[in-house]
């Protein structure tokens, strides 16, 4: 008698478990700001100084003392010239100063005057000449305030974060020229199967039948460096159980994580479960998302491993989904999951699926999402077509019109 199959697992328990193998990678390393887009912050940044390190002019125009400026019978003199760089002195009562964006406020001035907003007597000769003001300042007016962007010993950015090109020019604002970093996930990628052929190596006329191309071989190694890590490529790997073992057995050797693609169902040919099981720990999940059904994660000699289903969809979706939050885990991000947001479709999709859909969508002019109508596991020309997925729960058919939740690929992508 056949032991009764396990029951699916849902994404979300599958992705706890997961994340509960990522435990955060300990080395570290100091890199230029330069270099540091895409990197994971390995100690809070705290700032030394204020930003700006003092009230500074956010217009070109003229520094004022809105007191005089109320009184003024006439043109006001202009008595100084302030530019970004330089200390401007104290202004003169019932006098304006010159200023540039970026510039210090002369003590003494509460405001700033746009030039569009002054008209010069003697344009020619600014320093003969008074300045009429077309109208009346508000205090504060154009002022950026000191420490308005940063607070000396605020903490700027977090251990954890996923630092981005604005978050360098943060840090450089404070003077930050390296950063303490986790160092790079290194991974171990290859594929199963005797019918994947590399693109160059036969000619499309000249390809056996049942033999294709390994396409995802490409966008996981592209995904993988887009995370940051350093990945071994160790190719295609024969349906051979010693072929299997053989390549894990290498892939283990000074990496943190093996991932493939294909050969983690049951059949004949699938050797990736037996394989790790001799080598290490193996847990093989069935997961109630479609497309991405069959996925894998164990440990095959203290180096994590993740086995993707073969058809391009699933492996790319469930990637997306399972694998990209587990590497940032490893890299010690907190906020791991993909964030989604409620757009309206503009398509029916009347079967509901007893698993959780992952649609592949697009938004379009009106600011909804269109289908590909082909949804297919192994149609590849949808994740190209679409920018983004629709979370669809269990059971859940859709209407023109209804709220979904979509996940963008630059969401995920970077």
Same mark, same amino acid.
């Given at each position: 008698?056949?032991?009764?199959?396990?029951?699916?697992?849902?994404?979300?328990?599958?992705? #706890?478990?997961?994340?509960?193998?990522?435990?955060?990678?300990?080395?570290?390393?100091?890199?230029?700001?330069?270099?540091?887009?895409?990197?994971?912050?390995? $100690?809070?940044?705290?700032?030394?100084?204020?930003?700006?390190? $003092?009230?500074?002019?956010?217009?070109?125009?003229?520094?004022?003392?809105?007191?005089?400026? &109320?009184?003024?019978?006439?043109?006001?003199?202009?008595?100084?010239?302030?530019?970004?760089?330089?200390?401007?002195?104290?202004?003169?009562?019932?006098? +304006?100063?010159?200023?540039?964006?970026?510039?210090?406020?002369?003590?003494?001035?509460?405001?700033?005057?746009?030039?569009?907003?002054?008209?010069?007597?003697?344009?020619?000769?600014?320093?003969?000449?008074?300045?009429?003001?077309?109208?009346?300042?508000?205090?504060?007016?154009?002022?950026?305030? =000191?420490?308005?962007?940063?607070?000396?010993? @605020?903490?700027?950015?977090?251990?954890?974060?996923?630092?981005?090109?604005?978050?360098?020019?943060?840090?450089?604002?404070? *003077?930050?020229?390296?950063?303490?970093? #986790?160092?790079?996930?290194?991974?171990?990628?290859?594929?199963?199967?005797?019918?994947? +052929?590399?693109?160059?190596?036969?000619?499309?006329?000249?390809?056996?039948?049942?033999?294709?191309?390994?396409?995802?071989?490409?966008?996981?190694?592209?995904?993988?460096?887009?995370?940051?890590?350093?990945?071994?490529?160790? *190719?295609?790997?024969?349906?051979?159980?010693?072929? #299997?073992?053989?390549?894990?057995?290498? @892939? =283990?050797?000074?990496?943190?994580?093996?991932?493939?693609?294909?050969?983690?169902?049951?059949?004949?040919?699938?050797?990736?479960?037996? @394989?790790?099981?001799?080598? *290490?720990?193996?847990?093989?999940?069935?997961?109630?998302?479609?497309?991405?059904?069959?996925?894998?994660?164990?440990?095959?000699?203290?180096?994590?491993?993740?086995?993707?289903?073969? /058809?391009?969809?699933?492996?790319?979706?469930?990637?997306?989904?399972?694998?990209?939050?587990? %590497? %940032?885990?490893?890299?010690?991000?907190?906020?791991? &999951?993909?964030?989604?947001?409620?757009?309206?479709?503009?398509?029916?999709?009347?079967? @509901?699926?007893?698993?959780?859909?992952?649609?592949?969508?697009?938004?379009?002019?009106?600011?909804?999402?269109?289908?590909?109508?082909?949804?297919?596991?192994?149609?590849?020309?949808?994740?190209?077509?679409?920018?983004?997925?629709?979370?669809?729960?269990? *059971?859940?058919?859709?209407?023109?019109?209804?709220?979904?939740?979509?996940?963008?690929? /630059?969401?995920?992508?970077?």
């Amino acid at each position: 008698m056949t032991s009764a199959r396990a029951p699916l697992k849902s994404l979300d328990e599958a992705l #706890t478990e997961l994340l509960s193998f990522a435990t955060v990678l300990e080395d570290f390393e100091s890199v230029s700001t330069f270099d540091a887009d895409g990197r994971v912050l390995a $100690q809070d940044i705290t700032s030394g100084l204020q930003v700006p390190p $003092q009230d500074n002019s956010s217009m070109d125009g003229y520094a004022v003392r809105c007191a005089d400026v &109320a009184q003024a019978t006439g043109p006001l003199p202009v008595s100084q010239r302030i530019a970004a760089g330089s200390a401007g002195a104290p202004l003169l009562p019932n006098t +304006v100063a010159r200023i540039f964006t970026g510039a210090p406020i002369p003590v003494g001035a509460d405001a700033v005057v746009m030039q569009e907003d002054c008209t010069l007597e003697n344009p020619d000769n600014p320093a003969l000449s008074g300045l009429r003001i077309n109208t009346l300042p508000q205090s504060g007016q154009w002022i950026r305030r =000191a420490g308005e962007d940063v607070k000396m010993g @605020a903490v700027v950015l977090q251990k954890g974060e996923l630092l981005k090109p604005a978050a360098l020019g943060l840090a450089a604002s404070i *003077g930050m020229d390296s950063l303490s970093v #986790t160092r790079r996930p290194r991974v171990a990628l290859f594929s199963t199967g005797d019918e994947l +052929v590399m693109p160059g190596a036969v000619a499309p006329e000249h390809m056996k039948p049942g033999a294709i191309y390994n396409s995802n071989r490409f966008f996981l190694r592209a995904l993988l460096r887009r995370l940051g890590c350093e990945v071994t490529d160790f *190719g295609i790997v024969p349906d051979r159980l010693d072929a #299997t073992v053989a390549a894990l057995e290498q @892939a =283990a050797q000074n990496h943190d994580l093996i991932l493939t693609s294909g050969g983690v169902s049951v059949g004949e040919e699938d050797h990736i479960k037996p @394989a790790v099981q001799s080598l *290490g720990a193996l847990n093989l999940w069935q997961i109630a998302i479609k497309p991405g059904k069959p996925f894998a994660y164990g440990q095959v000699h203290g180096a994590h491993f993740i086995g993707l289903p073969g /058809n391009p969809v699933s492996s790319f979706v469930t990637f997306l989904l399972l694998v990209r939050p587990f %590497l %940032l885990k490893l890299q010690g991000v907190v906020q791991v &999951a993909p964030k989604s947001i409620a757009v309206q479709a503009d398509f029916d999709w009347p079967k @509901a699926d007893k698993r959780r859909e992952f649609l592949r969508v697009k938004r379009n002019a009106s600011g909804g999402l269109d289908l590909y109508p082909n949804q297919s596991s192994g149609v590849l020309t949808s994740a190209v077509w679409g920018d983004g997925l629709v979370d669809n729960p269990p *059971g859940q058919t859709i209407r023109i019109g209804d709220p979904v939740q979509f996940i963008s690929f /630059n969401e995920v992508l970077g």
